[in-house]
């Protein structure tokens, strides 16, 4: 039987686990309390984020193009290839979607003043309204998700989450 939570009586993870301690009791697999919980609020935040951005008439990849210039901070230019590092796509997928955004009118390109050979893609002033409501939105969806926890409780899973997803991470430039 799944262990009682102070929330009542557990959740569908408990219930799995206990099935699968019940058929396998040869297997430890306590990696699936924290690891399957992860995994289903991923798909809860992924909707959550996705009807954020409708609402802004973004697709989740336009935000993360869109908010990687807004960033950089003033003048809000990056190279494609430092778009390519922050945004984890290759340079075909990322020529595509900068065409496709300049297409909608929010972004540019530009040459470098230090490097005229060099392509610089900037956020335009359309495009930094349009990141900077969809963040609003996604801030607000995201606080939600939230709520039903303490700020200690979130410092300890800010702390736990880091240590997690480190080892996956490349280092900052």
Do not use: C, K
């Not at 989740?60 to 922050?86: I, K, N």
């Not at 309204?129 to 996604?138: E, I, N």
Request: glycine share 6%; no cysteine.
């Amino acid at each position: 039987m799944a262990q009682a939570h102070e929330h009542g009586s557990g959740d569908e993870v408990d219930r799995i686990v206990a099935a699968w301690r019940r058929e396998r009791p040869d297997l430890d697999v306590s990696p699936l309390e924290v690891l399957s919980r992860v995994t289903r609020l991923a798909r809860h935040l992924d909707r959550a984020r996705r009807s954020a951005f409708a609402a802004h008439g973004l697709e989740p990849w336009e935000f993360d193009v869109l908010s990687a210039l807004r960033r950089s901070g003033p003048p809000y230019r990056l190279t494609p290839g430092e778009l390519l590092r922050q945004t984890l796509v290759t340079s075909g997928t990322m020529t595509n979607r900068v065409d496709r955004l300049a297409a909608r009118g929010l972004v540019d390109r530009s040459a470098s003043s230090t490097d005229r050979r060099a392509v610089l893609v900037g956020l335009t002033d359309e495009g930094r309204g349009l990141v900077d409501a969809a963040l609003a939105g996604l801030v607000e969806h995201e606080r939600a998700f939230l709520d039903p926890i303490s700020e200690a409780d979130r410092a300890a899973l800010v702390t736990a989450l880091r240590h997690l997803v480190a080892p996956f991470e490349d280092p900052a430039p």
